[in-house]
């Protein structure tokens, strides 16, 4: 059974740092792309990061860039997203996501990695982030 477990939310003041962590199971990490979503009122829900954890390539929404990194945990199966200098902005439940569509080519470079929220077939549950003062 496929699975995904978030933790690691909770509330901070603006410019501290939290650490959420994915939990996978039920497929191979490293055949899939992994991504981290925050939703929020009135936005939807938002690509902040994801990953391939077979070759470690990252991207990052430009909200984020700089600021939070992704990277697979140092417990098995799973991926982690590092959030420093948080912001009031970036309250929300985040959420993360295996992509179904992403694909590992012969050439050892991905199809896709980091599409939109359509590609995306298995999700976690979601574990709030408050930033607030």
């Known amino acids: 059974q496929v699975q995904l477990v978030e933790s690691g939310g909770g509330l901070v003041q603006p410019g501290e740092s939290l650490v959420l962590s994915c939990s996978v199971s039920g497929f191979k990490l490293n055949d899939y792309a992994i991504a981290w979503f925050r939703q929020t009122p009135g936005k939807g829900r938002e690509a902040v990061s994801c990953i391939t954890t077979r070759d470690g390539r990252a991207s990052y929404d430009d909200s984020v860039k700089d600021r939070f990194s992704i990277s697979a945990g140092n417990a098995e199966n799973t991926v982690d997203l590092h959030m420093s200098n948080l912001k009031i902005e970036d309250t929300g439940v985040y959420y993360c996501?295996?992509?179904?569509?992403?694909?590992?080519?012969?050439?050892?470079?991905?199809?896709?990695?980091?599409?939109?929220?359509?590609?995306?077939?298995?999700w976690g549950q979601g574990t709030q982030v408050t930033v607030s003062s």
């Open positions: 996501a295996r992509n179904l569509l992403a694909k590992y080519r012969e050439d050892s470079t991905w199809w896709r990695p980091c599409g939109p929220v359509v590609d995306y077939d298995q």
